[in-house]
């Protein structure tokens, strides 16, 4: 059992004492309390064996000392008046300058007290204005005399309409963070990978602060934003020299309708090689107040850096079939969506399709979700399997809950075969695609495979969304 002193005055030193003598921990170390008088210690205090109660002034150096007869492991000192705190202190370190001391500091005492690396102070200010501003909206509770304190323990509420709503833990894509507990319904439920995520759960998550950050935005970012979380803009490459009249005049209208339709900030389009022609005037007309063009005379080659990307907050990059599969890896080291236009024109899509796997569908529902009610686009979803287990149940139930989330219904389509072949004679859909690294794979034994994502090319003439598959969140 250690020794502990608690020098206390005043009503805050009142409700700590009362909370000790409530704790079911108190009976493990041997307690001495010293108080100016007995007002200081609450009146329904038990008779601990293990508690030994003082009233004196112990700002007086004389009487701290004679009574002060044992060792003592660690000393508190709890007081309302600021030259009360200090005079206690001082006289404690003449006593015993190798003792540690905690003490409750209103005043701010860091600067006056900072050359003891034996004695710490609590910041009352601190810790009382971070716990008010824990009653805040949309504000994320962080633990903070929990851990290191720096925001690497917190906890988030989800929403209605959250995007991590219906969702199984273990399709969560989780990078330098984890969920570590579930409460729900004043219970708490210890996370599993096959543990669902419910409108209204608080989630405890920990991992790098930075990176809780942005899950806390994640978790409480409303339906009908993307390019969101990607980013907030569109960005247009156009590259006169090596593509066609038609070709650049289906870019630009198919970037202006989606400009106009998603909840995007900003088009910003980069004409590279350009020339002299009709398409090159109606180029320079579109500047707007949110429209921006520029022209680059100097660059001859088709490139998109993806420190452009971060810079322009760009969200959504929109090419063609012929530039997406001449610079495929480059799109894909991106990390952004990437929009490849069809053959119809864009006014004529009426339906979003996916065909993947549980773990793909479930970690791009959301986007998928979002980005069809933003166009108003009815979903088909095709689970391409022969076998229809727990998980296909799971991933039913999924997109299930996350249409009554979107008031989108999603029409499923169990398939034993591989249904890209029967889609390949339709114009009017818009596919979503995990940008995986397999999408790289084009050789020709490609067309042996079951992966749809390697099967992408079969659908070509269509629009293609391909969403990355990130490691941010």
Known sequence: MKNILIIADGILANHFLERLFNSRNNSLHNYTI???????????????????????????????RLHIKSEFEKIMIIMEKELDAR??????????????????????????????????????????????????????????????????????????????????????????????????????????????????????????????ESVFRAVKKEPGQFPSPFGNNIYLSLDMKNMSES?????????????????????????????????????????????????????????????????????????????FKKNKKMFWSLKTPVLKIGKSGFPYVKRGVVVGNEEDAEYQSSVIMDCCTQLNFDIDFYHFDANFDKKTDNLMEHFDSLSKIFNKKVNIIRDNQNPILKLRKRSDMLQFISFSIR???????????????????????????????????
């Open 87 to 212: 005079s206690v202190y001082e006289n404690l370190k003449k006593i015993n300058q190798k003792v540690e001391i905690d003490i409750m500091d209103f005043w701010g005492l860091e600067d006056k007290l900072n050359n003891d690396y034996l004695l710490r102070l609590i910041d009352v200010r601190k810790i009382l204005s971070s716990r008010f501003m824990d009653f805040l909206p949309d504000v994320p509770v962080i633990a903070d005399n929990i851990g290191l304190g720096i925001g690497e323990i917190m906890e988030v509420k989800v929403p209605n309409g959250s995007s991590y709503a219906y969702r199984h833990i273990g399709n969560i894509r989780k990078k330098k963070w984890k969920i570590a507990m579930i409460y729900r319904h004043q219970n708490y439920i210890i996370a599993t990978p096959d543990t669902i995520i419910l409108p209204n759960d608080v989630l405890l998550i920990v991992g790098e602060p930075r990176v809780l």
């Open 34 to 64: 010293i108080t100016y008088n007995n007002e200081t210690l609450p009146q329904n205090r038990a008779n601990f064996e293990n508690f030994n109660f003082l009233n004196f002034d112990p700002t007086s150096f004389s009487k701290l």
């Open 247 to 323: 070709a650049i005049f289906a870019l630009i209208n198919d970037s202006l309708l989606l400009h106009s339709k998603l909840n995007n900030k900003k088009l910003f389009i980069n004409v590279i090689n350009p020339t002299l022609s009709p398409v090159f005037d109606e180029i320079k007309k579109l500047p707007s107040k949110n429209i921006f063009v520029n022209i680059d005379y100097f660059t001859s080659n088709y490139n998109i850096a993806k420190r452009v990307m971060s810079e322009l907050d760009i969200g959504l990059v929109i090419t063609d079939t012929k530039f």
């Open 439 to 473: 999408v790289l794979d084009g050789g020709f034994f490609s067309i042996f495979s079951k992966d749809t994502d390697r099967l992408h090319y079969i659908l070509d003439k269509n629009y293609q969304l391909f969403i990355p598959q990130s490691d941010k969140i």
